[in-house]
């Protein structure tokens, strides 16, 4: 009898450690399949980063983008100081360069002096052929780095001063965008721009003001913002 129960005894334990050890196995499998599916939730916190870089990326360039570009001149001729008074609150609201037209020839108050018919200006309104006027330098240095040109002159007999249409002849403006401005004490823009446009040919030619004599400088530069360049 004591043999038989020493057998069922030690049957027992062998199922009772058979048991255990299916038991530690399982909770073995359990552990490593665990670790394993912490492996996507890492891969994602990676693919998190990626946005960020990307919009570094993306901010670079645009950066980049806006920092190019062309630059800005104004051009213009003065025979009173009155245009370049003008020109100067341009160039002041662009950050734009200044290139003065200068006749070889420069007229004096008698030349300018309209109501004498023997006068310069007189002479030459009337017969065109003279108001062909040679200008110290017709073309500004660098002038292929410009994008945006503008043009001043005063109003001589309802159009552009002609010192203005040397300069005009004489460069291409292909690829550039063109603004017409002129001073007068009465006379508007009329079709200076127009005829300036034909002269040149080529350009992006947009619609010019006038001001007049002794303009603030609070309206030109409030002109100047409203172009939106």
Not at 11 to 18: A, D, E, K
Not at 182 to 193: A, D, E, F, K, V
Request: glycine share 8%.
């Amino acid at each position: 009898m004591k043999k038989f129960f020493a057998i069922l005894l030690c049957v027992m334990m062998v199922f009772s450690l058979v048991a255990c050890a299916s038991q530690n196995k399982e909770n073995s499998s359990d552990s490593d399949n665990s670790t394993n599916e912490s492996t996507p939730a890492e891969n994602s916190s990676d693919s998190a980063e990626q946005p960020d870089e990307s919009s570094d990326t993306a901010s670079s360039e645009t950066s980049g983008g806006e920092a190019a570009g062309g630059k800005t001149l104004v051009v213009y001729y003065s025979a009173t100081n009155n245009t370049e008074t003008v020109a100067g609150y341009i160039a002041e609201a662009t950050g734009a360069d200044l290139f003065e037209l200068v006749p070889k020839e420069p007229y004096t108050s008698d030349d300018l002096n309209w109501t004498n018919r023997n006068s310069r200006v007189s002479r030459e309104h009337d017969d065109a052929s003279l108001r062909a006027v040679d200008l110290e330098n017709a073309v500004p240095d660098h002038w292929d780095e410009y994008d945006t040109v503008f043009i001043g002159y005063p109003i001589w007999w309802g159009i552009a001063a002609w010192p203005t249409d040397t300069f005009v002849m004489a460069n291409d403006f292909t690829g550039k965008t063109v603004i017409p401005f002129c001073t007068s004490s009465s006379s508007g823009l009329g079709q200076s721009g127009e005829l300036l446009k034909e002269e040149a040919g080529t350009g992006n030619w947009l619609e010019g003001q006038r001001f007049r004599s002794g303009e603030s400088e609070d309206t030109v530069k409030k002109w100047v913002q409203g172009l939106d360049l």
